[in-house]
């Protein structure tokens, strides 16, 4: 078996898995990016609008990533037992379940859109709170083509194919960038034409996604759409892995709104600052991200096939890997700073305070961030959900969140304080995951 399953994954195919998934990671980044760079020409309270609705955005589509990642990982594990009509029917029971989740929550955001603004960002200013009812409205009505898409890059990735998504990826950010250019600087619409745009690229994205997942020399295909048919004992193995890891994503970007409303509280340059700050930390940890999302098509397949060895020998490798991308990417951030900073339509307050912002960062991301996010995602490949949901949310609330009013409010840190309290729960995060992983607990947790 084990000569099979190393067969599967040589050097080589690790890199073609991995580099399309960087340049995928890398163009996903760039919409909320270019969103946020693009609407800056209309002024600081626009990018402050659009800032605090993508703290919400991102809260859902890592609950959506985390369904898709569920479905992913049960679908690997099939494909690593070569039991290929269950891992079709883990894709379609994956598309019901993730979608019909994102109608549900599209339409309480649409209903509810002001009372939740008003409740998470009130002490926003008025200009700024203006500008976010209006991004939302839009950005609510991409759901369930974010999810869709999600859904399907996904199965591609537990396929081993990663090339699908990242074309996908391209054609997305050509028609946002371009949509940006002619909605924004064309037709004056701010914030309004950054969502409109959004929300076009994203339902390309869905409808090229589905229809390649249809392709019948797909390992993994769908060959109905409006019929995925109902297994609940499928559902239930997705949930088991989906749910877990849905808390955890939940609670963590729960945590960065209840942050971003404690960052509204200290003024618009302080939000403007932790904007940008974002948008370029966000690209420095791509390479990790990407690495990771490998993980669960590597590890997922090797614990399908009960080789839990080759599970630990590539979860060190991978995790080897990351470490040195997230050196390079994160000197290369520091060295560029300027330049980088400059193209934003920034005060020369903010861009200071965006500055002192991403050089921590970007130490702390080189020295901790790889065993705190990427590792891991090896333990959630191989079903050990409930250890990184809890060790995550516990985290979370007592290091994230409590730190960040003890540092940033009550120390007078401001904004720095939250990055050094986020800075705090990666430590404790690492410490546990890299403890758990040498442990070898999560061997031999079987979901399917």
């Known amino acids: ?254 945590g960065k709104i209840l942050v971003q409303g404690l960052i509204a509280s200290f003024g618009t340059i302080a939000i403007t600052a932790n904007a940008v700050a974002n948008g370029v930390a966000g690209l420095a940890q791509i390479p990790g991200s990407a690495i990771g999302l490998a993980m669960v098509t590597v590890i997922g397949q090797c614990v399908g096939a009960k080789e839990y060895e080759q599970a630990k020998n590539y979860t060190l490798k991978l995790t080897g890997a990351a470490y040195a991308m997230m050196t390079v990417t994160n000197l290369l951030v520091v060295i560029s700073l300027s330049p980088i900073i400059g193209w934003y339509s920034v005060s020369a307050q903010t861009a200071v305070v965006a500055k002192q912002i991403l050089i921590y960062h970007s130490v702390c991301s080189i020295l901790i961030w790889t065993p705190s996010f990427a590792l891991p995602n090896g333990l959630r490949a191989a079903n050990d959900v409930r250890f990184t949901m809890i060790t995550s949310v516990i985290s979370m609330w007592v290091f994230r969140i409590g730190f960040s009013y003890i540092i940033g409010q009550w120390l007078g840190w401001g904004v720095l304080g939250v990055w050094v309290a986020m800075s705090i729960d990666w430590l404790f995060r690492a410490i546990v995951f890299v403890t758990r992983f040498f442990s070898g607990k999560w061997q031999n947790k079987q979901f399917i």
């Not at 919409?31 to 809260?59: H, K, Q």
């Not at 926003?124 to 991004?135: K, R």
């Not at 994203?202 to 589905?210: D, E, H, Q, S, V």
């Open 1 to 254: 078996m084990c000569k099979v399953w190393c067969k599967m994954f040589t050097k080589k195919q690790l890199v073609r898995l991995i580099v399309p998934l960087i340049v995928e990671q890398l163009l996903a980044a760039t919409i909320g990016m270019a969103d946020t760079l693009m609407v800056s020409g209309s002024g600081e309270a626009a990018v402050s609008g659009v800032s605090l609705v993508d703290s919400i955005n991102l809260l859902l589509i890592s609950i959506f990533a985390a369904l898709s990642t569920g479905g992913a990982i049960v679908s690997a594990q099939y494909l690593g037992r070569e039991d290929h009509p269950n891992a079709n029917i883990a894709a379609k029971q994956l598309l019901l379940v993730t979608t019909g989740l994102a109608t549900v929550i599209m339409s309480v955001c649409l209903i509810w859109r002001t009372s939740i603004i008003n409740g998470l960002f009130g002490s926003a200013e008025p200009l700024v709170l203006q500008n976010a009812l209006i991004y939302f409205l839009l950005s609510s009505l991409s759901y369930p083509f974010i999810a869709i898409y999600n859904s399907c890059a996904a199965l591609f990735r537990a396929m081993g194919n990663s090339k699908i998504s990242m074309f996908a990826s391209i054609l997305m950010n050509v028609t946002n960038i371009g949509g940006n250019a002619i909605l924004i600087f064309g037709f004056g619409m701010g914030a309004a034409g950054a969502a409109l745009a959004t929300l076009l690229s994203r339902m390309l994205g869905a409808t090229i996604m589905i229809i390649l997942l249809r392709n019948p020399h797909n390992t993994i295909r769908l060959d109905t759409v409006f019929r995925l048919g109902f297994h609940p004992e499928m559902i239930k193995s997705i949930l088991r892995i989906g749910v877990p890891t849905g808390l955890e994503n939940g609670m963590f970007n729960i």
